[in-house]
């Protein structure tokens, strides 16, 4: 690893060398390219130094302010991709197994059969910008490319126990932020976090997965000093959850605790069945007013407009429309504007017709099944991971019946990254037979 170490810093020490000179004589496009390639030189010599800048930089780092749609972890897996596709032909390799193999690879081929019709009928468009069908299936590769190469580098228990750390200090300064931004708006103005996260209901869905991860370790280590150290890393982020204002993270924010206390600590379900009813009594109004409009389908203050209302309306727009005209393809990804649509199984019926949303919940459930294999296959870091991606599945596709956590850029993200962790620490064998191990390292089995 030392001597990784110094090849890399010798790779970046050249680049800034030479990035100082390609200022001078041809500009930042030749700074970008020059950056890129030593990203893939340093990425091809240690896979894990890329990686483990990626997931901070999904969580925390804004869209870039360019013409094109992209951001830092774009930037970051371009390069990574291609350094790792490279090493795997080099060293012959084989591409890494994993039970979910086959239905991404048909979530995949079925968003590139439809964005093609769609294209072909005129309801899809080829170019790269900003939610249009290119950019929505380039995404989508994107994404199944940073699970298989997170699933191939993560080898080690000490790999999953640097990508974990990672992970749970990037949870905790969003977490951080939230309340620091909540306290700058005074309470009254949801918050969006410092990547914008594309509104406030898609950072909500982004700490339901982080908040799994969180209290799912805490549920699964041994030690009071870890235990501890995860509840007060999840204090942050659930506070920040609630002044998203968002109502489908709120349900799936639910969901996914009552999973993790189901599979951990049964005991407290009703302890916090009776914390939850007692929420709105303590939180701020503006919370309490956003979390029991979901029962009482109270009208938003601001538009005047009652959640479900809106929601069926547009089903009963949407649904005999693809239904009618386009039922086995949709009409393409991103074929309506990003809130035309708050239901992430009919926007997949219509982005990519009965196929596409077949694929997709061909996806969801293997998730959910290769989570909870996972979970009863391994113990302490793995099983805390495993019990994390098997809670955020189900609160997502529970807030999937109010919007669309599996299109958000930022979401998918995170969640594919959490589910390649625990989906490594099967493969890794991190599981029973390590157990004696597990325990000595104080470890809970």
């Not at 925390?60 to 090493?87: I, K």
């Not at 199944?144 to 997170?150: G, M, Q, R, S, V």
């Not at 501890?228 to 489908?248: D, G, I, N, W």
């Not at 979901?294 to 009963?316: E, Q, W």
């Amino acid at each position: 690893m030392r001597r990784t170490t110094v090849i890399v810093a010798v790779i970046v020490a050249g680049l800034a060398i030479a990035g100082g000179a390609s200022v001078a004589l041809a500009g930042p496009v030749a700074v970008a390219l020059l950056i890129g390639l030593g990203i893939a030189a340093g990425a091809f010599v240690e896979l894990r130094i890329t990686l483990l800048a990626i997931l901070p930089a999904m969580v925390l780092l804004p869209e870039l302010p360019l013409a094109v749609p992209l951001r830092v972890e774009d930037l970051l897996m371009a390069p990574l991709t291609a350094a790792w596709l490279a090493r795997l032909a080099i060293t012959r390799s084989p591409w890494p197994r994993t039970p979910l193999d086959w239905p991404i690879l048909a979530v995949v081929v079925v968003e590139l059969a439809a964005l093609l019709w769609g294209a072909y009928r005129g309801t899809a468009g080829l170019s790269f910008e900003l939610y249009s069908a290119a950019f929505f299936l380039l995404k989508t590769i994107e994404v199944a490319f940073l699970y298989f190469i997170t699933v191939d580098t993560v080898r080690t228990a000490r790999d999953l126990r640097i990508f974990t750390a990672v992970f749970v200090a990037s949870a905790t300064a969003l977490g951080v932020w939230g309340v620091i931004e909540s306290g700058s708006r005074g309470g009254d103005v949801a918050i969006t976090g410092p990547a914008g996260h594309g509104g406030y209901s898609l950072l909500g869905l982004t700490y339901v997965v982080l908040l799994a991860v969180l209290v799912s370790l805490s549920l699964t280590r041994r030690e009071g000093r870890v235990k501890a150290m995860m509840v007060a890393a999840a204090l942050p982020v659930f506070y920040s959850l609630l002044y998203t204002f968002s109502r489908q993270s709120y349900v799936g924010a639910a969901a996914a605790l009552a999973a993790l206390l189901w599979f951990r600590r049964r005991v407290l379900l009703v302890p916090a069945m009776l914390a939850m009813l007692a929420l709105p009594f303590v939180v701020p109004q503006a919370v309490e007013e956003r979390a029991t409009s979901i029962v009482t389908n109270a009208p938003d203050p601001a538009t005047g407009s009652r959640p479900y209302g809106t929601r069926m309306r547009a089903l009963r727009a949407r649904l005999p429309e693809v239904l009618e005209q386009r039922p086995l393809l949709g009409f393409g990804p991103a074929a309506l504007p990003p809130g035309f649509l708050d239901n992430q199984y009919l926007l997949v019926l219509y982005y990519t017709g009965l196929i596409g949303l077949a694929a997709f919940l061909w996806l969801l459930v293997a998730a959910g099944l290769t989570a909870y294999r996972a979970y009863a296959a391994t113990t302490g870091t793995g099983r805390g991971l495993a019990l994390a991606w098997m809670a955020a599945t189900l609160g997502l596709a529970l807030a999937g019946l109010a919007g669309s956590p599996f299109v958000a850029v930022r979401v998918r993200q995170i969640y594919w990254f959490l589910a390649a962790l625990a989906v490594a620490a099967l493969k890794l064998g991190h599981g029973r037979s390590g157990a004696v191990a597990e325990v000595a390292a104080g470890v809970e089995p």
